[in-house]
T-cell receptor
């Protein structure tokens, strides 16, 4: 099994719909992250969480919300999807050893908003 | 945000070494230098990281300048499977340890 699993892998939804992207990890890490990637660009941070009671906004959090249901699960929601939220979304996890730790990424969710 | 600068693209012949440069002139003393790569249609994967000393692992080597304002990722023998976008990232403790990605270097390996 993959260390970080994202579901669904692909999703097409209509403008205005609510959609949830899910992420689970088996690394036992406290830190989890959601990133967005647009074509030809690097990843941009949406939200991050250091434990189930700690949620922080990243650089592009507007239009998104998150839920940390358990140490292993971190969900990203689009309350009312819009076409410019069409992108590739990645979940990541990282150990608590500070900047001296590597991150593990999921395979991504390709979201299309029509 | 701690910034890095990388060339947009590079090419290498298969079986030859590749040196991928990165500039990070605003690096602070506690920032770690990380490298990740992203293969087509996949999530980023860890390659290597270091603080001050050069580092080696089974995938690559990381050479860090003495003043730490630049670093170089070295792939000793490029294979076709190494074709990917390579990201040089600074991991900064004061920003919650999240990574800030640039646009990376797209490496093409020529058979």
């Amino acid at each position: 099994d993959a260390d970080v699993t994202q579901t669904p892998r692909n999703r097409i939804t209509k403008t205005g719909k609510r959609i949830m992207l899910e992420c689970s990890q088996t690394k036992g890490h406290d830190r989890m992250y959601w990133y967005r990637q647009d074509p030809g660009l690097g990843l941009r941070l949406i939200y991050y969480s250091f434990d189930v009671k700690d949620i922080n906004k990243g650089e592009i959090s507007d239009g998104y919300s998150v839920s940390r249901q358990a140490q292993a699960k971190f969900s990203l929601s689009l309350e009312s999807a819009i076409p410019n939220q069409t992108a590739l979304y990645f979940c990541a996890t990282r150990g608590g050893g500070g900047p001296n730790t590597e991150a593990f990424f999921g395979q991504g969710t390709r979201l299309t908003v029509v | 945000d701690a910034k890095t600068t990388q060339p947009n693209s590079m090419e290498s012949n298969e079986e030859e070494p590749v040196h991928l440069p990165c500039n990070h002139s605003t690096i602070s003393g506690t920032d770690y230098i990380h490298w990740y790569r992203q293969l087509p249609s996949q999530g980023p994967e860890y390659v290597i990281h270091g603080l001050t000393s050069n580092v080696n692992n089974r995938m690559a080597s990381l050479a860090i300048a003495e003043d730490r304002k630049s670093s170089t990722l070295i792939l000793h023998r490029a294979t076709l499977r190494d074709a990917a976008v390579y990201y040089c990232i600074l991991s900064t403790p004061n920003t919650g340890n999240q990574f800030y990605f640039g646009t990376g270097t797209s490496l093409t390996v020529i058979p």
